[in-house]
């Protein structure tokens, strides 16, 4: 059982939009910002999105982070079937001490 | 383009050491935060714990017991002990570069390596 929640599936047509939510509490995502990971199994997952909302150099602006209160988001648009992987959360639980991650959410583009 | 592979023996026997070791290529060791992350199959990432470049640790403490980091900075390369392992040990294991801005995340991962513990 993951500390943060996602959805275990989305899925959505190709040139579409999505959006993957990611519910935690006040000590992990209430007060402590979340990044983003995208992941083929078998390859390194990618980071996406950190500080809530912040691309890497590289990551098209299709990505976009977002946080209300103790949950974030990410959302993809101009869906393509190359988006298609894994998708995970994540952030500092300050009262476990720990990095915590979601479940994660398998993206389908139909 | 910093890289991490990760190397070790895919089998371990239950209550022994699983020991990994990662390497960075394309960037130095030095000046930064490394982790291992895994991931048991059909389930999601489990932070392990970090290891600085300077020797200092920080470790998951639901595992705090069982691990040691170390990191080798001339061969830019750090390691991963996790004792008394059991079947619940068996996963996919990344190392990752820890960076931190309002929280830790982490900006490159190694494609990880699949560690079994069975007899």
Redesign the interface.
Known sequence: QSVLTQPPSVSAAPGQKVTISCSGSSSNIGNNYVSWYQHLPGTAPKLLIYDNNKRPSGIPDRFSGSKSGTSATLGITGLQTGDEADYYCGTWDSSLTTVVFGGGTKLTVL | QVQ?QESGPGLVKPSETLSLTCTVSGGSISSYYW?WIRQPPG?????IGYIYYSGSANY???LKSRVTMSVDTSKNQFSLKLSSVTAADTAVY?C?RQ?Y????????????TLVTVSS
Do not use: I, T, V
């Not at chain 2, 309002?102 to 900006?107: A, H, P, W």
């Open positions: 991490l982790s389930k999601g990432l489990e932070w998951n403490p639901s990344f990752a960076r801005s309002g929280s830790y995340y982490f900006d490159y991962w190694g494609q990880g």
